[in-house]
């Protein structure tokens, strides 16, 4: 899986990016590069083999530090407009984000 000069451009569009078109031959390489060694993984027979939660259990026994899932009390307003106050813009208390998906 290749990708063009136009999906570059695409991408960066998405991701509000102002690329030169240096820049743009940098990335479409670069990525072309990730997407060969994704297809040189997928490659690979994995029939038999467990997936592992960390690398780190390849070797030793690791145990998840997971938290109970219990119901919890939700946040006072106060907490919620604290963690807000950042938010470049808000509606009746929730994030507003711009349209990604045409």
Do not use: K
């Amino acid at each position: 899986m290749a990708l063009t000069p136009h999906d570059v451009q695409r991408i960066a569009m998405l991701a509000r990016l102002d690329l030169s078109p240096a820049e743009s031959d940098t990335m479409l390489t670069q990525l072309n590069g990730f997407f060969d060694i994704v297809e040189r993984m997928r490659a690979v027979d994995t029939t038999g083999v467990e997936p592992l939660h960390t690398p780190l259990s390849a070797v030793q026994d690791v145990a998840l530090r997971l938290r109970e899932d219990v119901v919890s009390v939700p946040p006072s307003e106060a907490a919620r407009e604290a963690n807000q106050r950042s938010a470049p813009a808000l509606a009746d208390g929730l994030f507003l984000v711009p349209r990604v998906i045409e």
